[in-house]
């Protein structure tokens, strides 16, 4: 669950706390209101009724009791009471009356049951010359009181739900805009995380999160010049390196070479004497011919002379061809769409020596059939290097990186370029190197 979620329902969870504890409230006071009310209603009845009939007169007992009547039709027509008066010997004077219930219909049983106050009763005994002793029976009836309870509480109810659907709605939307430079530090953690470092974040008007922007910000500065100094450092050392390597080269074909070259002359020499020893002669050649191979291929891994001679495409195409002749059981097929002429040297060393590296892998761990390799400019123009195999692969989780990738990605840092890799387990291996063209200088 998001933070704005989160802030989102514990919004709702008080304003419904609030609401809860006002129902709460509301329904109690109006339960006392209905009380009150029947109340006040029963003692102004009961006085009514007692100085009527306290006020009547014996004589001509029969239109007295007919008027007696009449006022109490009259009082029975008050809200929320219901009126009979008994004589003492159990005779009923005036009834209680039969109300409509229907008006109940429109009100829910269980707000009545919450606001509908105990059960109340109100009895007097008077002494009348009129009627003689009699009772007095008031019912307390709030059903008029609750159904206009009801409609004053479902008036308040709906207008309280809409503005407080509204207030969460706007609260809904001031969260999102206010978290919304979270998003964005979010992505720019997820850029630096992929090792790009000019991510920069914006000014947040918060100041907490425009502070967090400028540290953010200061952060990824440093990384960059970081990140330039050590492609500079690289750079500066593989080409210590391929200088070094081309050293080597030159001493073993100057050096060792023309010792072999020599050793081998005074085998054929001693050979040809009459008075030689042919086989020992022989057994030296050969060893000459292997040392030869041997540091003909340490110079050509050293430093390619066909790199130098005739250009990284044809240098690429020979390597691809001598690995396909040494190798029995996999097939690499090299694919190259577009025309290199003109790449420079740092360039053109670093695309053979990841396919070189490439090819040595696929050899020693992957256990492929087929491999192939793809050398051609994409549409921006970078250099685009795919290679893949259909070998073992590997779980990238739980392997740590060789120092022949770790040479890869150094090697296309060190040119401000950019490699991925992907592997699973049985699905092989997948890299694709884009790197920036750079043209030679005189």
Known sequence: MTLTHRLILLVIAIVMSMLASGAYYAIDATRDNISDEIKSSARLTMQLLTAALISGTAENQPAE????????????????????????????????????QARQLSVPGWYIDLVKPPPAEYRKRIASPLIGTSEIVILAD??????????????????????TFLCIILMAIIIRRSLQPVNEISTGLGIIQSGDYAARLPHFNLPELNRLSQQFNHMAQVLDEQQREN?????????????????????????????????????????????????????????????????????????PVALEELGMVTAIERLVDGWNDRQEECFCALTINSNFDGVDEDTAITLYRIVQEALTNVAKHAAAEKAEIRLERDANGLIALSIRDDGDGFDQSSRHKGMGLLGMRERVEALNGKISLASEPDQGVSIDIHLPFTQKTD
Request: aromatic residues 4%; charged residues 25%.
């Open 65 to 100: 009791q007919q008027i007696l009547i009449s006022h109490l039709q009259r009082l029975n027509d008050i809200r929320h009471l219901n009126i009979a008066v008994v004589r003492g010997d159990g005779t009923i004077i005036y009834p209680f009356s039969e109300r409509q």
């Open 142 to 163: 709030p059903t008029d009181e609750i159904q206009d309870a009801w409609r004053e509480a479902r008036s308040i109810v709906l207008l309280i739900v809409s503005f």
């Open 231 to 303: 492609r500079q450092l690289n750079k500066r050392l593989l080409s210590v390196q391929e200088s070094e390597r081309r050293h080597l080269s030159r001493e073993l074909h100057d050096e060792l070479g023309q010792s072999i070259s020599a050793i081998k002359a005074m085998a054929v020499t001693l050979k040809l004497q009459t008075d030689g020893e042919p086989e020992s002669a022989d057994a030296i050649i050969g060893v000459c011919n292997h040392m030869y191979g041997v540091v003909r291929d340490m110079m050509n891994r050293l430093r």
